[in-house]
């Protein structure tokens, strides 16, 4: 399914068009419900519980995107992108936005500061998105 705001992303190469494989969607559908549960143990440092969230909510994200027949090699644009993926008006996907900056500064500067309550906003936002990523592939 093309999507106009999309395709100008590809013209710009901030996207690129691939074909849409739903096996390959739907295992990263499953992936995302695997760290998002992974997410939720309490033997994980916060750390852990943290990257584990932020990446069910990338995997979920890229499952959409993919869906539509699109791939990114940025990982913000696919959090961006769900505005159009899943008609996510920006105060809802704003909140990954700011986990992806919190992964780079923990993955690239060796720093990360999150609040237990901040994880359980994350995860919260990442349930939700994983519930209409599975409703926009029937799954």
Not at 27 to 43: C, E, F, I
Not at 82 to 103: E, M, N, Q, V, Y
Request: hydrophobic share 45%.
């Amino acid at each position: 399914m093309s999507l106009p705001a999309l395709d100008n992303l590809v013209r710009i190469g901030q996207l690129k068009a691939e074909a849409c494989n739903e096996r390959e969607v739907r295992r990263m559908l499953a992936m995302a419900r695997t760290h998002l549960a992974d997410s939720s143990q309490v033997g994980l440092s916060v750390e852990g519980r943290f990257i584990s969230a932020y990446n069910a909510a990338h995997a979920a994200s890229l499952a959409a995107l993919r869906w539509h027949g699109y791939r990114s090699e940025n990982r913000f644009v696919v959090f961006q992108c769900l505005i159009h993926t899943l008609g996510w008006p920006s105060h809802r996907w704003r909140l990954l936005d700011s986990a992806h900056k919190k992964r780079n500064m923990a993955e690239y500067e060796g720093f990360l500061e999150v609040e237990e309550s901040w994880i359980e906003d994350l995860r919260t936002t990442v349930k939700d998105l994983i519930r209409d990523v599975s409703a926009l592939i029937g799954a």
